[in-house]
């Protein structure tokens, strides 16, 4: 009988950790799915040298997160080195995550206007080659209408035409880690302190 009290409160126990970890697996979920906030957008643009445009957007109210990689070009996982050579096809773009309610996509194009020059072709200041171009890849129609009208509106405001290509967004490839939060980790580099700082001081960003 003693065995069988035994083996009774032995399943008890077994039973009501069961229940436990069943309301703690469900509990788990739901702080998974509260932490993932489905109303967060994405933005894919590139405007010369992913070093430049990920620390202004860094700084952006808003945006929550900020990666540069390649997009656009005709190999798989490109390497810096080859896309250096302007010969894949691929430009150096970010991908920013960000939050519409505290900082829209237009406003995300405007300040992209401003952190470089959209007139130039294939350039910006002394980087030269198609990987520097400027692009705005849209993930939807109502992006590629927003940067239409855009594009249309800067180009009215400039005395050059507007170069900006807008063109559906191709695969994303991250960048290797050293080029990540490359301003943040490398204030004091030679790119960071002669064209990096002055671009954040001139947007009021720094």
Same mark, same amino acid.
């Given at each position: 009988?003693?065995?069988?009290?035994?083996?009774?409160?032995?399943?008890?126990?077994? @039973?009501?950790?069961?229940?436990?970890?069943?309301?703690?697996?469900?509990?788990?979920?739901?702080? +998974?799915?509260?932490?993932?906030?489905?109303?967060?957008?994405?933005?894919? &643009?590139?405007?010369?040298?992913?070093?430049?445009?990920?620390? +202004?957007?860094?700084?952006?109210?808003?945006?929550?997160?900020? &990666?540069?990689?390649?997009?656009?070009?005709? &190999? /798989?996982?490109?390497?810096?080195?080859?896309?250096?050579?302007?010969?894949?096809?691929?430009?150096? +773009?970010?991908?920013?995550?960000?939050?519409?309610?505290?900082?829209?996509?237009?406003?995300? @194009? =405007?300040?992209?206007?401003?952190?470089?020059?959209?007139?130039? @072709?294939?350039?910006?200041?002394?980087?030269?080659?198609?990987?520097?171009?400027?692009?705005?890849?849209?993930?939807?129609?109502?992006?590629?209408?927003?940067?239409?009208?855009?594009?249309?509106?800067?180009?009215?405001?400039?005395?050059?035409?507007? +170069?900006?290509?807008?063109?559906?967004?191709?695969?994303?490839?991250?960048?290797?880690?050293?080029?990540?939060?490359?301003? !943040? !980790? =490398? /204030?004091?580099?030679?790119?960071?302190?002669?064209?990096?700082?002055?671009?954040?001081?001139? @947007?009021?960003?720094?």
């Amino acid at each position: 009988m003693k065995n069988l009290l035994l083996l009774f409160s032995f399943l008890l126990t077994c @039973l009501g950790c069961i229940a436990n970890k069943k309301e703690t697996d469900e509990n788990d979920k739901t702080t +998974v799915t509260d932490t993932h906030d489905a109303k967060l957008e994405t933005a894919i &643009i590139g405007g010369g040298c992913f070093w430049c445009t990920e620390a +202004v957007f860094e700084q952006i109210d808003g945006v929550k997160s900020v &990666i540069s990689g390649y997009a656009g070009g005709k &190999i /798989p996982n490109p390497t810096y080195k080859q896309i250096c050579t302007g010969l894949t096809g691929h430009a150096e +773009v970010i991908k920013i995550l960000f939050d519409p309610k505290v900082v829209s996509y237009e406003k995300i @194009l =405007n300040i992209f206007g401003d952190a470089h020059d959209p007139t130039t @072709l294939n350039r910006q200041g002394a980087d030269v080659g198609t990987q520097y171009r400027s692009t705005v890849m849209y993930l939807n129609e109502t992006q590629k209408e927003i940067a239409t009208k855009w594009k249309f509106s800067l180009t009215s405001q400039l005395v050059d035409p507007v +170069v900006t290509e807008i063109v559906a967004a191709p695969t994303f490839y991250k960048a290797e880690e050293y080029h990540q939060d490359y301003y !943040r !980790r =490398n /204030p004091n580099q030679g790119y960071c302190n002669f064209v990096i700082r002055p671009k954040l001081k001139k @947007l009021n960003l720094e």
